[in-house]
């Protein structure tokens, strides 16, 4: 799927496909700048649970339809008494965190409230110059998650956090590069096919190194022994030295369901 592609539909929803073993989910809420209705912050998770589930899958990409990532949460459904949208968005927000394979947000134009939660929840993360990034529950007077409030912490500090979100102002692709938020900047018409060719990168390596790598970052402290006994029993290590002295393209074989369920402590 085109990461440009403007769906032909106007009906909030997600999108996706996959190709050569990349997802790629799409925003598509043309008419509110893909802004997330309850309905499709329910929907995510499920749509990701599947993907995980699919072994062809090896790298997932989120992005939004058209020259917008995603404007946040549909400020309609945010009068809700009972909190349910913002419950449904942490929910969203967690699953994609915990997604098993590398994931990838591509951003154009803005990525503002929950989408910024979004891309925060993604592993990595691209723009084209000219996107516009802000957390701006302060405009609202809602109250930002602590999950979230964490995660945002950890990507880009302490200071960074808190002026992003007691302003609630948004803040450039430069200075999203400088704080961490974001991992490269593309000029126009680059972020797409550098977001292929990278994940093609990523589809290729190694998912043994990738799910351990992953989980070591977001602080897991206490699996070094279970992932020790994974390397020793997939054969990722004997082909990626023979490949490399044999000057060819490694042929991976564990996969995140290899090993089945993780156990809950190493």
């Known amino acids: 799927m085109d990461l440009r592609e403007q ?10 496909a996959v190709a050569d073993g990349v997802a790629t989910v799409v925003i598509s809420n043309p008419a509110k700048r893909n802004a997330m209705t309850s309905d499709m912050w329910e929907a995510l998770p499920v749509l990701l649970e599947e993907l995980a589930a699919d ?3 090896r790298v997932l990409v989120l992005t939004g339809a058209g020259d917008t990532f995603c404007a946040g949460a549909d400020i309609a459904s945010l009068r809700d008494p009972g909190g349910r949208p913002q419950a449904l968005a942490v929910r969203a927000e967690e699953a994609l965190a915990a997604f098993p394979r590398p994931t990838l947000a591509a951003v154009r134009g803005y990525c503002v409230g929950g989408g910024s939660q979004l891309a925060a929840a993604c592993d990595l993360r691209f723009a084209e110059e000219g996107a516009s990034f802000g957390v701006t529950p302060a405009k609202l007077g809602i109250v930002y998650p602590s999950s979230s409030t964490r995660r945002l912490v950890a990507l880009v500090g302490p200071a960074a956090t808190k002026f ?8 450039g692709t430069e200075r999203a590069l400088r704080t961490g938020l974001v991992d490269e900047v593309l000029p126009p018409g680059g972020l797409g096919e550098r977001v292929r060719a990278f994940a093609r990168v990523l589809a290729s390596r190694s998912q043994l190194t990738q799910a351990a790598a992953k989980e070591f970052a977001d602080g897991r402290e206490d699996r070094d022994a279970y992932w020790s006994r994974q390397a020793l029993g997939s054969g990722d290590t004997a082909e990626g030295v ?7 393209a490694p042929r991976f074989t564990w996969t995140t369901g290899s090993a089945g369920p993780p156990p809950a402590s190493g």
């Open 7 to 16: 769906t032909a539909g106007t009906e909030p929803r997600l999108e996706h």
């Open 242 to 248: 023979a490949a490399f002295l044999e000057r060819r």
């Open 55 to 57: 072994a062809g899958v």
């Open 164 to 171: 992003l979100l007691f302003s609630g102002e948004l803040i």
